[in-house]
């Protein structure tokens, strides 16, 4: 699956979620895109997942609308996320095209 991080979802989880192919926001140059421009350029682009730390996106956007998915971490801390990273694991390999997944970050 291929998966792109929105600026602020921590680089490091990148290894967790092994075999998918993860990029970042940044790594495309796509760090400056709004949410709704960038969910349009990922999904023409090819990506399945997008993983962000923003909680107003769901507000922000249709989701559902797109074959895009959207999994949203409920923090940036890496400490947390790593300890969480099976339920992120969980919550990526269960997306279907254009479903919304809040992950609570204990």
């Known amino acids: 699956m ?3 991080f929105d600026q602020g979802t921590p ?5 967790l979620l092994n075999p ?5 926001a940044f790594e495309r140059a796509w760090n400056t895109l709004s949410n709704g421009d960038l969910l349009a350029v990922a999904e ?4 399945e997942v997008l993983v962000t730390t923003d909680r107003k996106l769901p507000g922000q956007q249709s989701l559902g ?4 998915a959207v999994v949203v971490l409920s923090s940036t801390s ?11 694991r969980q919550a990526v390999d269960a997306c279907v095209p254009g479903s919304f997944m809040e992950v ?3």
Do not use: S
């Not at 680089?11 to 290894?15: H, Q």
């Not at 998918?20 to 970042?24: D, I, L, M, S, Y």
């Not at 609308?65 to 895009?68: D, P, V």
């Open 20 to 24: 998918h192919q993860v990029e970042t």
């Open 65 to 68: 609308e797109g074959k895009i």
């Open 104 to 106: 609570n970050i204990p």
């Open 78 to 88: 890496w400490p947390r996320i790593r300890k969480a990273a099976e339920a992120i």
């Open 2 to 4: 291929r998966i792109l």
């Open 44 to 47: 023409q682009e090819g990506f």
């Open 11 to 15: 680089v490091p989880l990148r290894k």
